[in-house]
């Protein structure tokens, strides 16, 4: 594939080699590689009358450079790079549909593609505030790094002005904590919640991650599909930088972002909060009682404790939300599956 770079009162013609790590643009005088994974260099993709993509402004250490080409590369040079390259100009490429939700870091709304009407669901995130841009870096490297039918697909991520946006294909249905204020969930749905959600939480560890924020907002379930999808890894903290490296083979993961989400050399701490979290969501599910679930831990984990046994009139599955929710004390931590312990309960979906 060729493009051509304007360059002053002249075009430079380049090659165009789509590598494993990332574009590569090159002629006998120059070379460029775009690198995968990464929040620098930024791209503007430009089109014509017929939303075709005929070239790209590429802003480089506050440089631009605009690179040419025919339109059916560019739409081909686009979906090879989205997920993996950041871009800018969102409004361009998609418009605001709905609002799902307000956040304390922006919102989740559904935007509608202007090329094709596809629906996706994005979260923007505001600037301004370490903390937002260190979520915005956490989520996009989280979302490369994973691939599960219950974590968000990452389409695109943008860096604007006054905000991020992190595109994800269309996350379907409603926050459970909006749903469980609306709606009953039968024994059979809360059992296959809480099994996928274990399940979740297991493919997390595996991969080296711990989520840290799971709670009903961040767990959204389609009723029609019976399916769960777990959101919101701006928390996220690495809990063996090695499993990075095992699961990408390219040198540009490992670079100082990746550092930047809090690596931790001690596993149990990062397992313990997720598994708690399940616990209180579990509680929330049986009982229909939202709660702040960090924050009543915190105040008074025995209390919570009590309220299990007192409110749900299940033995096994109090048994269970307790052992969640007391992980760290129990004894046998790394040979204890909790996936394999909620199958081996035959009565524990049966009443609540």
Not at 209 to 223: G, P, T
């Amino acid at each position: 594939m060729i493009c051509y770079k304007s360059k002053f009162f002249s075009i430079e013609k380049y090659n165009i080699f789509m590598l494993k790590e990332g574009i590569q643009f090159s002629n006998d005088q120059h070379s460029l590689i775009i690198q995968f994974y990464s929040f620098e260099p930024k791209i503007k993709w430009i089109k014509n009358n017929n939303s075709d993509i005929i070239s790209f402004e590429l802003l480089l250490d506050k440089n631009k450079s605009i690179y040419k080409f025919t339109p059916h590369i560019g739409n081909l040079l686009k979906e090879f790079m989205n997920g993996k390259v950041c871009f800018q100009g969102i409004n361009n490429h998609y418009k605001i549909s709905q609002y799902v939700q307000k956040r304390n870091y922006g919102s989740i709304v559904r935007m509608r593609s202007i090329q094709n009407e596809e629906l996706v669901t994005c979260k923007i995130i505001k600037q301004g505030k370490e903390e937002f841009e260190q979520a915005f870096r956490n989520e996009v490297i989280a979302l490369q790094l994973l691939n599960h039918k219950n974590i968000p697909k990452l389409k695109e991520y943008y860096i604007e002005s006054q905000h991020n946006y992190i595109i994800y294909e269309l996350v379907e249905g409603a926050s459970l904590d909006n749903y469980i204020k609306k709606n009953i969930l039968n024994k059979d749905q809360i059992y296959k919640i809480m099994k996928e959600l274990l399940s979740i939480v297991e493919y997390l560890h595996q991969e080296g991650l711990s989520h840290q924020n799971i709670k009903l907002e961040n767990i959204f379930y389609c009723s029609m599909l019976e399916h769960i999808t777990l959101i919101d890894y701006g928390q996220s903290k690495l809990t063996n930088i090695m499993n990075l490296k095992h699961s990408k083979s390219i040198n540009t993961l490992i670079n100082e972002d990746y550092i930047k989400m809090n690596t931790f050399t001690e596993r149990e701490f990062l397992i313990e909060q997720d598994y708690k979290d399940c616990g209180i969501v579990f509680f929330q599910l049986i009982t229909r009682k939202i709660l702040n679930s960090q924050e009543q831990l915190k105040q008074n984990e025995n209390r919570i404790i009590r309220q299990i046994v007192d409110e749900i009139h299940n033995q096994k599955a109090s048994k269970f939300i307790m052992k969640l929710i007391k992980y760290n004390n129990l004894q046998t931590l790394e040979n204890f599956n909790f996936i394999q312990n909620f199958e081996d309960e035959p009565h524990f979906h049966m009443r609540f």
